[in-house]
């Protein structure tokens, strides 16, 4: 795709999934100049029958998480959840970062779903697959209103985000953190402003994702700076500098997780290191197939994290000791499930005692 059509995103191409036609661009034979608009964001809503996804992954701290939205306007390059998009008949290139579903009658199937008899009460994941703080939020309000939904039910939640619009729910965050019921995950990759302008385009910048996790901390809320992805021979020397930076914000934990690569992530992801960092694409990929014996990636369970091998030890090392000096934790106490209570609805009957 013309570079000026797509300043401001993340993807090179807009080639299609693995269950779409392929997809080429014809001339239309007339001889004509004409502009090229740039891609711009479009929205669509999608009505869910439930909003509360189960995973039974050894490889996460939760068995279950909701997402407000398909697609992230952020664009991040090597965002793993990409391949998602292939499951609508769209991109993973360019249509996951300007073709979006949002999904405005989520807090009301939320609702439905902790009131249901059955239900049992574990932390809630938010954030997971896409960016619940992405810009569409700012309008929609769709991410505000199920904390919301969570705060009435008194529902533990963790948060996880690069975006900073989290400030604005500090009004319920900061009430439910006081009962032991909400963690914050900032994601940061790099302090390079420009680096982090290239690779995760319409995220805020380093510094001021420090900002809000100094907001957060300040306001009571727990919060652990997630250093990830970690991409070898690209951020890999900035672990501890992160690592300090976010200790200093006012962070109390800290994770991390290699560089992915699943399915159509990785001609993307290569298409940008050609674009962007010709001078280090080979080393960068060396390094990701050196841990993944020989593949760009290997999605196995208590693999596709970290990887294995000499380097992949000694990224491992080096975070646990940034840690060590920085005073984060890397595991953290769980959240309280018993103040779990289902609030009365209108027409409930209402207790006696």
């Known amino acids: 795709m013309d570079r000026d059509r797509r300043r401001g995103r993340g993807a090179a191409s807009n080639a299609a999934g693995r269950f779409d036609l392929a997809r080429q661009e014809e001339h239309d034979g007339w001889d004509i100049p004409e502009d090229r608009p740039s891609f711009v964001t479009e929205v669509r809503e999608e009505v869910p029958k439930s909003v509360i996804t189960y995973n039974r992954s050894p490889d996460l701290p939760f068995d279950r998480s909701i997402n407000p939205y398909r697609g992230c306007e952020h664009g991040c390059i090597y965002c793993f959840a990409r391949p998602s998009h292939a499951y609508l008949g769209l991109s993973p290139g360019l249509d996951f970062e300007t073709r979006l579903v949002a999904r405005p009658q989520a ?73 032991g019921l909400v963690r914050v995950g900032i994601s940061v990759t790099t302090l390079d402003d420009d680096l982090s302008r290239r690779m995760e385009p319409r995220v805020p910048l380093p510094r001021r994702r420090l900002a809000a996790i100094r907001r957060l901390a300040e306001a009571g809320i727990p919060v652990r700076v997630m250093v990830s992805p970690v991409v070898p021979g690209l951020t890999d020397q900035e672990v501890d500098a992160i690592v300090a930076a976010a200790a200093e914000a006012g962070a109390d934990a800290a994770s991390w997780i290699m560089l992915r690569l699943p399915r159509e992530v990785s001609p993307l992801w290569q298409d940008w290191l050609a674009e962007h960092e010709p001078g280090r694409a080979a ?20 693999h596709r994290m970290r990887g294995e091998g000499e380097y992949a030890e000694i990224v491992g090392k080096r975070f646990k000791a940034a840690c060590r000096r920085a005073g984060l934790r890397e595991r953290t106490a769980g959240l309280r499930t018993d103040l779990f209570k289902i609030p009365p609805m209108p027409g409930d009957q209402l207790s006696l005692f």
């Open 107 to 179: 807090p009301e199937v939320l609702r439905r779903e902790l009131r249901a008899k059955g239900y049992k009460v574990a932390t809630l994941a938010i954030g997971t697959n896409t960016d619940p703080y992405q810009p569409i939020e700012r309008d929609r309000e769709i991410t505000r209103a199920c904390l919301q939904v969570l705060r009435d039910f008194r529902h533990p939640v963790g948060i996880v985000t690069k975006g900073t619009l989290v400030e604005r729910d500090i009004d319920i965050l900061a009430p439910m953190a006081e009962q």
């Open 283 to 302: 080393k960068v990929m060396a390094r990701l197939r050196e841990m993944h014996g020989g593949r760009d990636y290997d999605p196995r369970w208590g």
